[in-house]
């Protein structure tokens, strides 16, 4: 069995995958790149130099750790599995790009801790008016911006109860929030959530929210699915948040919406389009705070450190007949339960 391993590794990690590929050949090539400017106490020093990776990796590869061009893919000879580093996959479960029967697994559970905090911290900038005092620093204005939010006793509605939703509705819970999970089918009651309803009561609960957090992947069910009627329908002075997919949110209804003062403000890891051009208005509108795609990916090494975790169990379980964690199911882009 020959294992393509495309993302950057320390030798501890690319021990342990060697460990858990016993039996099996490996190849390690840099497919994925890290984020510039590291430093602080991130051990990305440590990480082995390998080659970076060419065609003929993919058509040797039976199983494919990382994210690999989807197009890449199409040349491989007998692919089996392919295991993203990333939670969404929509570019691989396009039509064409996997043969019928290849498995696909996501890195759900890895990255709840970064991108939980981040928006939390975007959250906060809203809530205690952070960015308007950045903008008064620069201006060397020493004002008050006026009354603050808390999210003690805010009714943050979660859209999404997976990883990156659960990690921040337990956050708001413990900072005293009302948290509402939405999610697409029934399910148990987490201990984060105060209520769990689903997507079909979604307008009524817009209108009550103080918060609105969108983790939802991006699917053809997602896209649009904050148009604008519903940001219409949120609650004076809420405070929209995106990690999920640009798409998801219409963009030029936002601008609206906080260019007139309906919304109180709002923190966008995601935009649309992406990456947001220059000259766009959002960029210059006072209440917004927006981050370029940077919540996951490798910019906190404990996720890293998940990703590979994840790889390793998984390599395990593949290679002795096991079912694999974090299955994608290719007609809805979401995680077998």
């Not at 021990?15 to 790149?33: H, I, K, S, V």
């Not at 990703?307 to 299955?327: D, S, T, Y």
């Amino acid at each position: 069995m020959n294992i393509l391993v495309t993302m950057p590794v320390s030798e501890r990690q690319t021990e342990a995958l060697r460990q858990a590929g016993a039996g099996a050949e490996l190849r390690f090539r840099l497919g994925e790149d890290l984020p510039s400017g590291r430093g602080g106490a991130l051990p990305f020093d440590q990480l082995v130099p390998v080659p970076r990776l060419e065609p003929e990796d993919v058509a040797w590869a039976n199983a494919v750790l990382g994210n690999v061009d989807p197009q890449l893919l199409k040349t491989a000879g007998d692919l089996q599995w392919v295991q993203t580093s990333s939670a969404g996959v929509e570019p691989y479960i396009q039509p064409g790009v996997l043969r019928p029967g290849t498995l696909l697994t996501n890195a759900t559970g890895a990255y709840g801790l970064a991108i939980s905090e981040h928006m939390l911290g975007m959250l906060l900038s809203v809530m205690k008016k952070l960015e308007l005092y950045r903008d008064a620093q620069r201006r060397e204005d020493w004002a008050s911006q006026g009354n603050v939010a808390s999210v003690y006793g805010a009714k943050v509605l979660v859209l999404g109860m997976g990883d990156i939703g659960g990690d921040f509705g337990r956050l708001c819970k413990a900072m005293g929030a009302y948290v509402v999970g939405v999610r697409r089918t029934e399910g148990p009651k987490l201990d984060y959530a105060d209520e769990v309803r689903l997507i079909g009561d979604l307008d009524r609960l817009l209108s009550e929210a103080d918060v609105v957090a969108v983790t939802l992947p991006g699917t053809p069910a997602t896209r649009g699915l904050l148009n604008r009627r519903r940001i219409e329908s949120m609650k004076p002075g809420a405070v929209l948040l995106n990690v999920g997919r640009g798409y998801i949110v219409d963009t030029e209804a936002l601008c609206d919406a906080l260019e007139s003062g309906r919304l109180g403000g709002a923190g966008l890891d995601v935009t649309e389009p992406e990456p947001l051009p220059k000259g766009h208005r959002l960029w210059q509108i006072p209440t917004a705070v927006v981050t370029p795609h940077v919540s996951g990916g490798y910019h906190l090494w404990e996720t890293h450190e998940r990703i590979v975790g994840i790889f390793e169990e998984n390599l395990r379980k593949f290679l002795a007949g096991e079912p694999l964690r974090n299955q994608v199911d290719f007609s809805t882009g979401y995680r077998k339960r």
